[in-house]
Nanobody, 120 residues
Framework: QVQLRESGGGLVQAGGSLRLSCAAS????????MGWYRQAPGKQRELVAA???????NYADSVKGRSTISRDNAKNTVDLQMNSLKPEDTAVYYC??????????????WGQGTQVTVSS
């Protein structure tokens, strides 16, 4: 079906930068959007950033201005550049892709997650 593979997570000091990458493979069709979500221990999974196939972006307020999401529609990849990292950014980051089979029918797939740890 569809598989998402994430990379780029790791340990970084506060103020540092990290670039997360995600590659989608399998039966890829009509991508509506790709994005990154994160989940910290004891908290709900939340949107970090998303980008549509047309290039429209949406960022969480907490990362707005210091993060940039980009995609390559031809390669089915999406990257998240995160700068000025804060300890509050520590979480497992998940790649997400939303596909549209037909009008009104959408499918969402998730990666296994990559750990981002920001030390103070």
């Amino acid at each position: 079906q569809v598989q998402l593979r994430e990379s780029g997570g790791g340990l970084v000091q506060a103020g540092g930068s990290l670039r997360l990458s995600c590659a989608a493979s399998g039966t890829i069709f009509n991508i509506n959007a790709m994005g990154w979500y994160r989940q910290a221990p004891g908290k709900q999974r939340e949107l970090v950033a998303a980008i549509t196939s047309g290039g429209e972006t949406n960022y969480a307020d907490s990362v707005k201005g210091r993060s940039t999401i980009s995609r390559d529609n031809a390669k089915n990849t999406v990257d998240l550049q995160m700068n000025s990292l804060k300890p509050e950014d520590t979480a497992v980051y998940y790649c997400n892709i939303e596909l549209s089979a037909r009008i009104g029918v959408r499918y969402a797939y998730w990666g296994q997650g990559t750990q981002v740890t920001v030390s103070s």
